[in-house]
């Protein structure tokens, strides 16, 4: 572990993040703040638009014009990197702080050389030789399990396969061993049996090399088992954190409680598959209170006014006027939110 | 590889074949050649022996086997304007126009690359609205208008530089070329302007297109996630991808300055081959422009050959096949 423990490899404060658009503001992240600590693996889950990925860019600084950071901080190991320079951030980014991102199929350029994109990464940041740098590539290439690494990095991105392609972008991620890796959804595009291969070296590699991680992702049972705390997102907010066990098998925020309900196989054969009734609000139309509250069977007058995040156990937070009393999941999955 | 090559020139033979034909019958509707090579006063013996001389007393798919027969020993017949190898007027001509159209690409594709590039990224910016718009006058305004224009500020008004024709040539290797020297220079600026501009146009359009395409792409985000600098980014992440469309359109566009740079040649008379091709077709000259449109085709086949090759080259998915 390289930082003392009273300092977190990563501190988000109200991070709000916008993108103004002519209809008005989208509140992409809205007032999001956690922390990640060295060697800890964070699942950040949610569904399409709840604002999860573009927490990752934001703390990149690699957010689409015209989106842009609006207020709060991100404290990286204490230092503030959304004020940084720009060349400061250049320095983290890929060096300190690496990203995996979703496709990896879009990923790698289509017309470098694997070699050129390695290299690249290595001497973006360190006065190496070439060979030096094409070295470190083989090693963490037959790190995250390519065979024959050094024939490997002569071939071009579209003569490896899907699963062999996201290996290729997390070794990039990993070459100049970061303290912090965000995980944008890396294993949505491959299939289970990849999946499972890439989960189980990934939590070995953090657990080894004392790396935070960052894994982004909507779907519940990787963060099963991968992680070890869980932040549940909603509409540009967190509704929910708490530790993996606790937050999956005791959950206390409805929208948490649909979310894990909607997982299909808890559902005996020849029923009906949970979903939670509604859609998502529009971003540019936010309710005012809290977000879910049309689509909660608890909502009532009091829902009207946002609710605070509390510490409902200790480490285990929700932003909740109704909190659900702690039992097991898979008893609540059946009456559901409704 | 080998195979596609061969391909290739297999199709571009049956193109100069089927041409050769439409040339053949396309001059013989338009008009008699004899009516512009014997003078008004020619009697009709007269007339008779030139026609028996050129050929020309014979129906026209015996000249036309003729023709073939000698073509494939290398004989394309002689101008009947000029009494020489019709063959041997073009090549003479063509150095000029080669290092006209080659400049004028060269101009503009590297002026029209980083100004596109500019606009792509950068496509909310004054220097780029003023750019696009730049490029919109590129594009519609007449060749031929631009190098009169050209004509009348630079050489006429301020007299910095020649109006017509061609400077001093030295010889290098085997091709009589103007370009090194700076007379030679001096002379080519004008015309090769003229070419360049609408050329220079479409290239930057084509390529702030591609860029904003690319820009957009995860691995744009990804290579400035590594902590590449911005130049490295835009420099090789980018522009290699850029290149792939612009090298095609291009390579296209040289080809099309060489077969038809013909009316800035004219205005600006450059002895190239298009001005030929123009006196040949009004002095009905059939075997030079038979000859003419069989250099051109080779000449466009060789530089799509070019471009695909270099197309392989730059994008490392693309593979020349030779089977399917």
Known sequence: ?338 | MLVFIIRRLLQSALVVAVMSVLVFVGIYLIGDPLAILASPEASEIDREEIARALGLDRPLWEQYMTFIGSAFVGEFGKSFVFGQPAMGLILERMPATLELAITATLMAFFIGVPLGVYAGLRHESAGAQAIMAGSILGFSLPNFWVGLMLIMIFAVQLGWMPASGRGPTTEVFGLQLSIFSAKGWHHILLPAITLALSKCALIIRLARATAREVMLMDYVKFARAKGLSERRVIGVHILKNIMVPVATVTGLELGALIAFAVITETIFSWPGMGKLLIDSITQLDRPVIVAYLIVVVFMLVAINLVVDILYSVLDPRVRLGGAQ
Not at chain 1, 95 to 100: G, Q, V
Not at chain 1, 186 to 200: E, H, N, R, S
Not at chain 1, 233 to 242: D, K
């Open chain 1, 1 to 338: 572990m390289t930082t003392a423990p009273s300092v977190p490899t990563l501190r988000v404060e109200n991070l709000q993040t916008h993108f103004p658009t002519r209809d008005g503001i989208i509140r992409a992240v809205d007032g999001v703040s956690f922390e990640v600590n060295a060697g800890e693996i964070l699942g950040l889950v949610g569904e399409s638009g709840s604002g999860k990925s573009i927490t990752g860019f934001s703390i990149l600084g690699l957010l689409d014009p015209p989106g842009h950071v609006a207020g709060g901080s991100v404290l990286f190991k204490g230092e503030d990197i959304v004020a940084a320079a720009p060349q400061r951030l250049r320095q983290l980014r890929g060096a300190r702080i690496a990203m995996i991102f979703q496709d990896p199929m879009m990923t790698l350029n289509p017309v470098l050389r694997v070699d050129t994109q390695m290299i690249e990464a290595v001497r973006a940041h360190n006065k190496v030789s070439e060979s030096a740098a094409r070295d470190r590539a083989i090693e963490t290439l037959r790190a995250v399990g390519i065979a024959a690494p050094e024939e490997r990095l002569k071939s071009y991105p579209h003569q490896f396969s899907g699963g062999m392609r996201q290996r290729v972008a997390i070794a990039i991620a990993l070459l100049n061993k970061p303290d912090l890796i965000i995980a944008d959804e890396p294993t949505t595009a491959l299939d289970v049996t990849i999946q499972g291969q890439i989960l189980y070296e990934m939590r070995k590699l953090c657990r080894e090399t004392g790396t935070a991680l960052i894994w982004i992702t909507h779907d519940l049972s990787v963060v099963a088992g991968l992680a070890d705390r869980v932040m549940v997102m909603y509409a540009g907010r967190i509704v929910e954190t708490g530790s993996v066990a606790e937050v999956l098998e005791q959950p206390r925020h409805p929208y948490t409680i649909g979310l894990i309900g909607s997982v299909p196989g808890g559902t005996a054969r020849g029923h009906k598959l949970f979903q939670i009734p509604g859609m998502a609000p529009p971003p540019l139309n936010l309710p005012p209170g809290c977000r879910f509250k049309n689509r909660c069977g608890f909502a009532d007058a009091a829902c009207d006014t946002m609710p605070e995040m509390a510490e409902l156990s200790p480490a285990h937070w929700a932003r909740c006027h109704h909190p659900r009393p702690a039992q097991l999941a898979a008893n609540l999955a059946e009456g559901g939110v409704a």
